[in-house]
């Protein structure tokens, strides 16, 4: 049986109101409260339109240091909800439909004929594409696992990736260094975008030092608000650096997150 999630006390949220991130998919407003616990579940509340979800602990990862102007509560995996409950998003695989046998039961049992080539081609053609078919399921699955970082890719073994970079002075950055503290502590960045967009509850900023071969990244509940969580490599997007939070954790799950870009 599983053990509850250690990594922080659920005294900490009490009569505070907070946002998941990632965000919680199906439920179009993300702020919360919380309403009850188990000792295998929590149960919290939406802010707006009062719905109550219990989500398993083992889906809790860790609580901002700041609940200016709201807390950010880290899930360590991408939830939906779907009828009636939580449940682990995963993107869904077509299924391909199977072919209906044309076949007919005859009364009368003919003679056995040698076979043609024109069946012999059919037969082999049909092996193809069932060949194909399955590669391609196989494929789409090795995708899947890849993307929620079940499974690494066989490049990484073969030919680990060069994440040097011309200094690390991001390791002197903290959690609450914003832009300012950025450009005092590490210089002027080369290239600045948002990448996600001025509605989005939780924005994100990627500072780019090309030349340094990493980008800082800036996230927060507003473009004001937004704070230091970590660096990557830029070329590769591995993760170079990351932040401690208060309630334990840190922020490596958001990092791993972030909208393309």
Request: proline share 6%.
């Amino acid at each position: 049986m599983a053990s509850a999630s250690p990594q922080f006390s659920l005294d900490e949220l009490a009569d505070r109101r907070f946002s998941f991130y990632p965000t919680i998919r199906n439920v179009e407003h993300n702020e919360w409260t919380l309403a009850k616990e188990t000792w295998s579940e929590v149960l919290v509340a939406n802010a707006a339109s009062g719905l109550e979800i219990w989500i398993p602990r083992t889906f809790f990862g860790s609580i901002g240091n700041s609940d200016s102007p709201v807390l950010i509560v880290g899930l360590t995996r991408e939830l939906e909800w779907n009828a009636g409950r939580v449940w682990p998003h995963q993107e869904r695989l077509i299924e391909m439909p199977a072919r209906k046998s044309s076949h007919k039961t005859s009364a009368v049992i003919a003679e056995p004929q040698p076979a043609s080539r024109e069946s012999v081609a059919e037969s082999s053609v049909g092996r193809f594409l069932f060949a194909a078919v399955g590669v391609g399921l196989l494929v789409c699955l090795f995708v899947v696992m890849y993307a929620f970082d079940s499974l690494r890719s066989p490049l990484d073994f073969l030919f680990p990736p060069d994440t040097a970079t011309a200094d690390q002075l991001y390791v002197g950055l903290v959690g609450a260094d914003g832009y300012q503290d950025v450009v005092r502590k590490i210089g002027s960045p080369e290239n600045e975008q948002w990448i996600s967009r001025p509605a989005d509850q939780i924005q994100f900023q990627v500072l780019s030092y090309s030349s340094r071969s990493y980008a800082l990244i800036l996230m927060g509940p507003g473009r004001q608000q937004a704070r230091y969580i970590g660096a990557i490599h830029e070329p590769s997007h591995k993760m170079l650096d990351s932040v401690k939070l208060a309630g334990g954790g840190t922020t490596a799950s958001m990092l791993k997150n972030l909208p393309a870009f």
